[in-house]
């Protein structure tokens, strides 16, 4: 009777300290994702925006790919960035 209700503790408490891990490990990955959903929003508003300068500064003189390159390059290092800074 006694090693029964040792081993229904142990077990008790195995799955407290299971359940407490993955309810950190729930909440560091919806933060994470929560993160680079703000660098996935942010990476857009800045490929709108740099589109608009690009159009606006050379007004259709650049061929419709070299405008998606400009566009490209000036967000992505950003993003990049944004996600490391979400770890």
């Known amino acids: 009777m006694r090693s029964l ?3 229904i503790t142990s077990t008790a408490a195995s799955l407290v300290l299971l359940s407490v891990a993955d309810a950190q490990d729930l909440g560091e990955r ?3 994702a929560a993160c680079e959903k703000a660098c996935d929003i942010s990476y ?11 159009d606006r500064e050379n007004e259709g003189e650049i061929e419709s790919e070299m405008k998606d390159v400009v566009k490209e390059e ?4 950003s993003k990049e960035q944004c996600l490391e800074a979400c770890g």
Do not use: D, F, H
């Open 44 to 54: 857009n508003k800045c490929m709108e925006a740099s589109g608009k300068v690009v």
């Open 30 to 32: 919806i933060a994470r």
């Open 74 to 77: 000036t967000c992505q290092y």
């Open 5 to 7: 209700l040792i081993v």
